[in-house]
């Protein structure tokens, strides 16, 4: 990994006659190394392998990434977990751009280097430590149980009775774009509340440069949204690209943040139109072993937000779920979600996905209990996005 690190000044555009702070990250490449050698460990063998394609993971996060990122690109992943969106943002930059993904978690980490090898993300380099508002610090990390939401905010751990599991050490994200000298085109950043206090360690490259930035948000959390505001930045919920202007509610959302001065990116998301092409009657769903499924006629290649309101029940339902959304009648999974139904009841009642030809769209239910349809939503609907601002439109790269 030291070798690895010293040809990142030399591999990414525009930093080869950069000076490498190698005695600044002498420590961070050690401990690398080390965890490295131990990717055997009984913590990744305990990992689950969580990789359910590209095209379904985080939907709206990849779909955000894909109409931000081009070619060539240095891009960060804060809170990289086990790789899922590393691994897409390593496709994305292409062979001639880099990926530096943080991720702090000692069990989480063995893992993350695993699936990286797996799939040979070799423009991929980790920093496993917590970004923060400074760097040097020692602060503590609280494991998130069996889903591995690791945090370092302890409002956020309600699990070994609020106790640390773990001293981790932090990092500023200016402090690494002074020592690459290269600031990063877009953020992707889900750290489990510590969002705002990552930020204020970028504030430098946030007012010089004005990166793109995609957030994990609590949807009630005025603070956060109102900072970002504040700098500059414009807010676009993920899910259904509607503009954040207050805040939503409690509930968990992907947020998009561009830079007022970012004037291409605001043109996209300010020109998108939505239209209804479907709605989903109850009485055209049809049961079988799996669960229940609905199938639509032929549709247009392009962009769409599956759309449900939830029924009263069905927020205070517990239970297991499944809702994919999948293409044509080899059945290509395009969306993804397995939670329980009260969680993708509050958090994902809007699902996008992007079809890559004129095709028919399979949406399936599947619950660990016996339902009454009825009782699971009140109404299903399938809306288009148009923009005459497209990205996907322009950019030569294949959608995977």
Not at 63 to 90: H, K, Q, W, Y
């Amino acid at each position: 990994m030291r070798n690895a690190l010293k040809t990142l000044a030399l591999k990414v555009p525009g930093i080869s006659k950069l000076a490498f702070d190698h005695q600044r990250i002498s420590r961070l490449e050690s401990t690398l190394t080390s965890l490295q050698n131990n990717q055997g460990s009984t913590h990744a063998a305990n990992i689950p392998q969580l990789w359910q394609g590209f095209d379904q993971y985080e939907t709206s996060v990849v779909l955000a990434l894909r109409d931000l990122i081009s070619p060539g690109e240095l891009v960060f992943d804060v809170g990289a977990n086990l790789g899922g969106l590393s691994v897409t943002l390593s496709r994305l930059v292409g062979p001639f751009g880099k990926v530096i993904s943080f991720e702090v978690s000692p069990r989480i980490i063995p893992q993350l280097i695993a699936n990286l090898n797996y799939w040979a993300c070799k423009n991929v380099f980790i920093i496993p430590k917590a970004a923060w508002n400074t760097s040097g610090e020692q602060i503590p990390l609280y494991f998130g149980g069996e889903h591995y939401a690791d945090t370092v905010m302890e409002g956020h751990a309600d699990f070994n009775n609020g106790a640390p599991s773990y001293i981790a050490d932090t990092v500023a994200l200016d402090d690494i774009v002074g020592a690459i000298g290269l600031p990063p085109s877009v953020v992707k950043m889900d750290i489990e509340g510590a969002e705002q206090e990552a930020l204020k360690g970028f504030i430098n490259t946030l007012n010089s440069h004005h990166p793109a930035l995609i957030l994990e948000m609590d949807g009630a959390d005025a603070s956060l949204q109102e900072w970002l505001a504040d700098k500059g930045y414009h807010l676009y919920l993920a899910d259904n690209y509607e503009k954040l202007e207050k805040p939503v509610g409690s509930r968990l959302m992907n947020v998009i943040a561009i830079h007022q001065d970012d004037t291409k990116n605001n043109s996209y998301y300010n020109s998108i139109v939505k239209t209804p092409v479907l709605v989903m009657d109850h009485s055209e769903w049809r049961a079988d072993s799996d669960g229940f499924y609905f199938k639509s006629s032929q549709l247009q290649a392009g962009r769409y937000v599956l759309s449900f309101v939830p029924t009263q029940e069905a927020v205070c339902d517990h239970s297991k779920a499944e809702l994919s959304v999948l293409e044509g009648e080899r059945l290509e999974s395009k969306s993804y979600h397995n939670s329980p139904w009260s969680h993708l009841s509050q958090s994902y009642t809007d699902q996008p996905f992007h079809l890559k030809r004129d095709n028919s769209i399979t949406i399936r239910l599947k619950f660990s209990e016996q339902k009454d349809l009825n009782n699971v939503f009140k109404s299903m609907s399938l809306l288009r996005v148009d923009s005459n601002q497209s990205p996907w439109a322009d950019k030569k790269r294949v959608i995977f």
